[in-house]
C-alpha cells in the first residue's frame, strides 16, 4: 500500500526584508529538503528545539503554506501546488490540531458555530445529532454546543479544537504541539484522548512537540529535526535507546526525569551555546557548531541521511555507536542510562 | 538559619482565594521547589513575597531575614527588592526593556541601592556578564534585548537578579519558555552562581523533572494550599499524598516503559 503522506526534498524560503525599504536582503530557510513519508494509520513524531523547522513543515504538508521545492504527495495525489479550490476536497482528509486551543477558535463564535464550519467549508450540513456525538466523542456534554470558547478550561477548549479536525472523519491529522500549553494532568488526559481517537477512527498522526515524553508517549516513528532538516529518523524504541545522532543524544540528555536520584546523577549540560540563525547557517554539517564529535569533515560536506539499522538514518559524519547501542562516550551522554550496577 | 518564613498566607482578589492559608520556610542558602498546576497560586505566593501584589487582600505574615514584610511600609520593601530578595521570571523578553541597551537596565538596577559611579557601575555588569556565560560581554552590554536569544536573554536577567549579591532569589518559570538544552544550560548555571554567593532559592515551575534535579525541599500545592512538603528525595520515593503522587504519574517519562495510557488526575 502506498504511504498516506510522501514529502520528498522540501524546502520553505522566506524573504528577509529591511524594515524600512522593504527591499529583499536575504533569505531564511527554514526548511531545507526534509523528506517523510507517513504510513495509514501510524503516529509519525516530530521533535526539535524552537526554529528546527518544525512547525514550518507542519504547515507546508497541510498545504497553509506554501512550498519553494520539493513535492507532497498525499493519499496518491500531487498537492504540491494545488490551488484553493482543488485543495478544498483534499481537506476534508488533511486536518490540523494546534498549540493554543484559544487562538484557533473564534471568541465570538458557539461551538456549535465552530463544529459546523468544516461542513460549511465542504457544501455540507452536519445530520442533526452529529454535533452532540461529536462532543461527547472527545469527551464534551452536548449542553457546550451553546457556549462561547472562553466558557471553556484550556483542556476543554483543546478538545473542541479535536472534534472539529475530527468532524468530516479525516485521514490524517496533524498536531501541531497540541498539549504545550496544557498542565501535565490535562496533557495525560489529551494524550489518552488521541490515542483512543485514533483507534476508533483509523487515523494517522504527525504529532509535532519539543516534549520528547509526550512524543514517546503516542508516536511509533520520530523524526527529530535541526535547523530545517531532519538529522535523524527511527522508531520509537529504537530511537529512544539507540540515538545515534549526537543532537539526538544531548537532547535525550537534557529531559529533565522527576526522580532526584537519576536526575541528580547525571550531568546536565550536554550541548553548551545557542541554535546558530537560520539566516546564516554553519557550512556543511548545520549541528557541527555545538557537536562534540565534529572534525574537519563537518564544515565541508553536509551529512545526508544515510540507513544504519534497517529503518534508522541518520546524517552524521561521525555517529554514535549504533551496533552496540552505546558508544563510547555516547553512553555517557545519552540518556536514559541503566542503573548503577546493572550489567 | 531561617532566611524566609511564610506563616498563614492568604491572598484573595474580590471573591477569588488565590493563595489560602499557606505556610513555609526556607533556610539560607536552600532551594525550595514551590510545584504546581496553573491557578495553584504559587505565581501569587512570589509576588506576595516581593511585595509587587495590586488590588489584593492579603492576610498573614512573611518574614525575611527577622523583617516583617506584609506589615512593612512599601519603602522599607522597595529597600530590600532587588537588593536583598531578587526575581527572575519566565519570559525575559517582556521583563527587559526593549529600548535601553542590557547592560545600562543591569547598572540601573544596581545604582538604585549602591552609590557608584557609572563607571564602576559599567565594570560591575561586565564582571556579571561575563560571569553568566555572555561572550565578549563589553560590547554585548552595549547591544539591545532583541539581540539576544532566549538562553542569553534569561543569562542577563540572572545577571540583573545576581548584580546585588542577594540573599534570596524567586525564580518564577525560569526555564520554561526554553528549550530543553538550554534550559540545561542556565539550570547548571543558576545552580553554579547559587554555590557561589550562597544564595537561597525559591524556585517555582510546574515542571517536577526540573524540581528533581535542583530543590532541595519541596512544596507542592493545589487550590492555593501546601497539600505536601519534604526533602525533595523523600518526596520523590515515597509521595504520601494522592495529588502527589497522580501528578508524578500523569508526567510521560523516557526513562521508564511506556504506558498503554496515562495516569489523569
Keep these: ?343 | 538559619m531561617t532566611l524566609l518564613d511564610v506563616k498563614d498566607l492568604r491572598v484573595s482578589f474580590g471573591e477569588t482565594r488565590a493563595v489560602d492559608g499557606l505556610s513555609f520556610s526556607l533556610e539560607r542558602g536552600r532551594v525550595l521547589g514551590l510545584v504546581g498546576e496553573s491557578g495553584c497560586g504559587k505565581s501569587v505566593t512570589s509576588l506576595a513575597v516581593m511585595g509587587l501584589l495590586n488590588g489584593a487582600t492579603t492576610s498573614g505574615e512573611i518574614w525575611f531575614d527577622g523583617q516583617e514584610l506584609l506589615g512593612s511600609d512599601r519603602r522599607a520593601v522597595r529597600r530590600l527588592r532587588g537588593d536583598r530578595l531578587a526575581m527572575i521570571f519566565q519570559d525575559p523578553l517582556s521583563s527587559l526593556n526593549p529600548y535601553y541597551p542590557v547592560g545600562f537596565q543591569i547598572a540601573e538596577a544596581y545604582r538604585a541601592h549602591r552609590r557608584t559611579s557609572r563607571k564602576q557601575a559599567r565594570a560591575i555588569v561586565v564582571r556579571m556578564l561575563d560571569r553568566v556565560g555572555i561572550p565578549e560581554a563589553e560590547r554585548r552590554a552595549r547591544d539591545y534585548p532583541h539581540q539576544f536569544s532566549g538562553g542569553m536573554r534569561q543569562r542577563v536577567m540572572i545577571a540583573m537578579a545576581l548584580c546585588l549579591e542577594p540573599e534570596l532569589i524567586i525564580a518564577d518559570e525560569p526555564t520554561t519558555a526554553l528549550d530543553v538544552t538550554v534550559q540545561a544550560q542556565i539550570l547548571a548555571l543558576l545552580d553554579t552562581l547559587r554555590a557561589e554567593y550562597g544564595t537561597a532559592v525559591l524556585l517555582i515551575t510546574h515542571d517536577l523533572g526540573v524540581v528533581a534535579g535542583t530543590a532541595d525541599e519541596v512544596v507542592v500545592m493545589y487550590g492555593g494550599r501546601a497539600v505536601e512538603r519534604g526533602e525533595v528525595h523523600a518526596l520523590f520515593e515515597d509521595p504520601r499524598e494522592p495529588y502527589t503522587r497522580r501528578l508524578l504519574a500523569a508526567v510521560p517519562r523516557i526513562d521508564r516503559p511506556v504506558p498503554d495510557r496515562l495516569e489523569t488526575l
Excluded at chain 1, 282 to 307: D, N, Q
Design chain 1, 1 to 343: 500500500m502506498t504511504p498516506l503522506l510522501e514529502a520528498e526534498g522540501l524546502v520553505k524560503r522566506f524573504p528577509m526584508r529591511h524594515p524600512l525599504t522593504r527591499r529583499v536582503t536575504g533569505h531564511l530557510t527554514a526548511v531545507d529538503g526534509v523528506s517523510l513519508t507517513v504510513r495509514r494509520g501510524e503516529t509519525l513524531g516530530l521533535v526539535g528545539e524552537s526554529g528546527c523547522g518544525k512547525s514550518s513543515t507542519a504547515r507546508l504538508i497541510t498545504r497553509l503554506a506554501e512550498p519553494t521545492g520539493g513535492t507532497i504527495r498525499f493519499d496518491g495525489r500531487d498537492i504540491t501546488t494545488m490551488g484553493e479550490a482543488t485543495l478544498r476536497p483534499v481537506r476534508r482528509d488533511l486536518q490540523m490540531i494546534f498549540q493554543d486551543p484559544f487562538s484557533s477558535l473564534n471568541p465570538r463564535m458557539t461551538v456549535e458555530a465552530i463544529l459546523s464550519a468544516p461542513f460549511r467549508y465542504q457544501g455540507l450540513k452536519p445530520e442533526p445529532g452529529q454535533i452532540a456525538e461529536l462532543l461527547r466523542r472527545v469527551g464534551l456534554r452536548p449542553e457546550h454546543a451553546e457556549r462561547l470558547p472562553h466558557q471553556f478550561s484550556g483542556g476543554q477548549a483543546q478538545r473542541i479544537g479535536i472534534a472539529r479536525a475530527l468532524a468530516l472523519h479525516p485521514k490524517l491529522v496533524v498536531c501541531d504541539e497540541p498539549v504545550s500549553a496544557l498542565d501535565v494532568s490535562v496533557q495525560a488526559q489529551i494524550l489518552n484522548l488521541l490515542r483512543d481517537l485514533q483507534e476508533e477512527f483509523e487515523l494517522s498522526y504527525v504529532f509535532i512537540a519539543h516534549d520528547l515524553g509526550a512524543v514517546r508517549q503516542v508516536c511509533g516513528r520520530i523524526a527529530v529535526m535541526y535547523l530545517g532538516t531532519v538529522v535523524e529518523i527511527a522508531d520509537r524504541d529504537e530511537l529512544f535507546a539507540h540515538p545515534a545522532h549526537p543532537y539526538t543524544a544531548a537532547l535525550l540528555a537534557a529531559v529533565p526525569i522527576p526522580d532526584p536520584r537519576i536526575e541528580r546523577a547525571r550531568p546536565r549540560v550536554v550541548l553548551s551555546g545557542d541554535l546558530p540563525s537560520p539566516a546564516n547557517p554553519p557550512s556543511g554539517c548545520p549541528f557541527r557548531t555545538r557537536c562534540p564529535r565534529a572534525a574537519e569533515r563537518c564544515a565541508l560536506e553536509r551529512p545526508t541521511l544515510a540507513e544504519g539499522a534497517p529503518g534508522h538514518r541518520v546524517a552524521c559524519h561521525f555517529p554514535l555507536d549504533t551496533s552496540l547501542g552505546l558508544s563510547r562516550d555516547g553512553a555517557r551522554r545519552a540518556g536514559p542510562r541503566p542503573a548503577k550496577g546493572a550489567p
